[in-house]
């Protein structure tokens, strides 16, 4: 039997495969060997095949744009938007439109080609996260962005075409689709009961012990109960009022640390797979969204998608969320 | 440069290349050559093999669940909903639920394993229209149904993992997400101005007159100003009250004819793309929803996800309609 579930912040009903669970081997498993790191533009040495880097955390006495550094920030060389130009906001007919302003930024996230973002160690990883909070206070300047997000494609089938480690950021001119909802979601909740809907979730999280795989002083991970993938599993603050943008050292090493045991979790289970994360921020230049819990989302990209889903936003998910925190959970892991 | 398009229904944005739009010949080709026929369970004398027929078109004196069919329509084996049981619907803590009861319905569109929907003639793709009809009008006496789903995944990377030609129909006991955020935007429209807002996207198609592909007298093709992906196409009634299940038989052949004339297009134009369609029809058993306007939207399956839609509902698309539907314009065709 399966179940039909329906997320409580944008109304998205789920499938679930409750009986007839399907376990990671039932899972295509792809191949990640490296290819391309002999002509790789993101590996030290080639600094100069990418365009010139707008922020990175380098070796005393290096050089901006030569070796020497451990996460590196450079332009988008095929940015789906533009930095320059006005938006000139307009409509056509029914349709509202504007230029495509915007900035798209990677983050390149380790000189070392071979090592994965689940292979570095917690402080590399904060360094990495480190870029991300200094480029999102810095797009933010800029007050036609309203929205930063940031965001990875690990694996071919998660959309990655470089496969030296890097993750992404763009800045919009407007509030994404899904992120919009759930701010929407998030402040009609939050009028109604005065309380934060994430927060109600993890509690309900913590009452059932079913689909946590993880926690520590200030961040949780758990499969939530109305994936739309399988092993999905979201990284929330424990505490509501903990900005992305303004962690403490101790903060930054505990998402480090939780978000690298999520990604080795996932990579032993899973034999590897293709993943995205994305981190679902408040909005930049908007008006307070006291109402909203940011978190990040790691979908893994295990199946095809049946072909409904696109037609319809409903999703069906053969592995039950308590089943995958269970096999991810059974991942030995030491800290 | 590219623009920033939000649809007037339900507000989505996309991101689409417009001076940089990639041609047919920028895509990834796929090889669709048969390799199952000789153990298809859809193919004529292994009826046996499916679960008994639930309707068919079918030559005088033929036996059920025999040959001589020219459509048959069968529960699908690995059903995602199943037809017992009680909904039983209720809470559990934040969360919504329900039994996952449903109807999971196989269409197999020919008896010919080789002979693709596009190269059937417009009058059997009327025996196909007629069995969704049919099927529709079935299932919806069912009153724990509020939507029947009708789509068709053609290709691997459309999720089809049966080549014989075949669509699908689900019957669900709520409305998907999209299908209900296109009914409640066509809605709102319908209030605020009293008209319908896919009547006056039409209207803009023929003012524009850049991005329809083709019509004939009851129908119309066109390239949305906002698709989600590349050479996306949509197909609408031009009249408004035009109900899906009462279409009459000329209706019905140039429903067919246009639904044959698109994929041919697409064949050629893209190298026999993989690809979706969806029937959005109207809800069963719900609220009357004189607002609302059928259709069909084709999706080829020409890229992979860039990533950060699935995280965050913005969608990149790098062939801007107008020239997509050109490039369709462009294959001859003979009707």
Redesign the interface.
């Given at each position: 039997?399966?179940?039909?579930?329906?997320?409580?912040v944008i109304?998205?009903?789920v499938?679930v495969s409750t009986d007839n669970s399907l376990g990671p081997e039932s899972y295509e498993k792809e191949d990640h060997t490296f290819k391309q790191a002999e002509v790789c533009q993101f590996c030290p040495g080639r600094e100069y095949q990418t365009p010139p880097e707008v922020d990175c955390v380098r070796e005393h006495g290096s050089h901006p744009n030569g070796p020497g550094w451990s996460v590196r920030v450079v332009p988008n060389k095929f940015p789906?938007?533009?930095i320059e130009?006005d938006l000139d906001k307009r409509a056509?007919?029914?349709?509202?439109?504007?230029?495509?302003?915007g900035a798209h930024e990677v983050v390149i996230e380790t000189p070392d080609h071979a090592k994965i973002l689940a292979d570095l160690s917690p402080q590399e990883i904060v360094y990495v996260i480190k870029k991300f909070q200094s480029r999102y206070i810095n797009l933010a300047q800029d007050r036609r962005f309203k929205y930063i997000?940031i965001?990875?494609?690990y694996g071919?089938?998660?959309?990655?075409s470089v496969e030296h480690p890097h993750s992404?950021i763009?800045a919009?001119?407007?509030i994404?689709?899904?992120?919009y909802?759930e701010l929407e979601g998030a402040r009609n909740y939050y009028k109604f009961r005065g309380r934060c809907?994430y927060c109600?979730?993890i509690q309900?999280e913590y009452?059932?012990q079913k689909r946590i795989v993880t926690e520590n002083n200030d961040f949780i991970a758990f499969c939530p109960?109305?994936p739309?993938f399988p092993f999905e599993n979201w990284i929330f603050p424990k505490k509501h009022h903990l900005k992305f943008e303004g962690l403490s050292e101790q903060e930054q090493y505990h998402l480090a640390s939780i978000l690298k045991e999520m990604l080795y979790r996932l990579k032993i289970c899973l034999s590897d797979p293709s993943y995205?994360?994305?981190l679902?921020l408040a909005p930049v230049n908007y008006e307070s969204q006291e109402s909203f819990h940011w978190h990040i989302?790691i979908?893994p990209q295990l199946t095809?998608?049946?072909?409904?889903e696109?037609?319809?936003?409903?999703y069906?998910v053969q592995t039950a969320p308590f089943k995958a925190a269970e096999y991810l959970r059974e991942v030995s892991y030491k800290i």
């Amino acid at each position: 039997m399966a179940e039909l579930r329906r997320d409580p912040v944008i109304g998205r009903w789920v499938i679930v495969s409750t009986d007839n669970s399907l376990g990671p081997e039932s899972y295509e498993k792809e191949d990640h060997t490296f290819k391309q790191a002999e002509v790789c533009q993101f590996c030290p040495g080639r600094e100069y095949q990418t365009p010139p880097e707008v922020d990175c955390v380098r070796e005393h006495g290096s050089h901006p744009n030569g070796p020497g550094w451990s996460v590196r920030v450079v332009p988008n060389k095929f940015p789906a938007l533009r930095i320059e130009g006005d938006l000139d906001k307009r409509a056509i007919g029914l349709f509202d439109m504007s230029n495509g302003v915007g900035a798209h930024e990677v983050v390149i996230e380790t000189p070392d080609h071979a090592k994965i973002l689940a292979d570095l160690s917690p402080q590399e990883i904060v360094y990495v996260i480190k870029k991300f909070q200094s480029r999102y206070i810095n797009l933010a300047q800029d007050r036609r962005f309203k929205y930063i997000m940031i965001f990875k494609n690990y694996g071919e089938s998660a959309g990655a075409s470089v496969e030296h480690p890097h993750s992404q950021i763009i800045a919009l001119p407007m509030i994404p689709r899904y992120v919009y909802e759930e701010l929407e979601g998030a402040r009609n909740y939050y009028k109604f009961r005065g309380r934060c809907v994430y927060c109600d979730m993890i509690q309900q999280e913590y009452e059932e012990q079913k689909r946590i795989v993880t926690e520590n002083n200030d961040f949780i991970a758990f499969c939530p109960f109305t994936p739309r993938f399988p092993f999905e599993n979201w990284i929330f603050p424990k505490k509501h009022h903990l900005k992305f943008e303004g962690l403490s050292e101790q903060e930054q090493y505990h998402l480090a640390s939780i978000l690298k045991e999520m990604l080795y979790r996932l990579k032993i289970c899973l034999s590897d797979p293709s993943y995205n994360f994305y981190l679902h921020l408040a909005p930049v230049n908007y008006e307070s969204q006291e109402s909203f819990h940011w978190h990040i989302e790691i979908v893994p990209q295990l199946t095809r998608i049946i072909g409904f889903e696109w037609g319809t936003g409903l999703y069906y998910v053969q592995t039950a969320p308590f089943k995958a925190a269970e096999y991810l959970r059974e991942v030995s892991y030491k800290i």
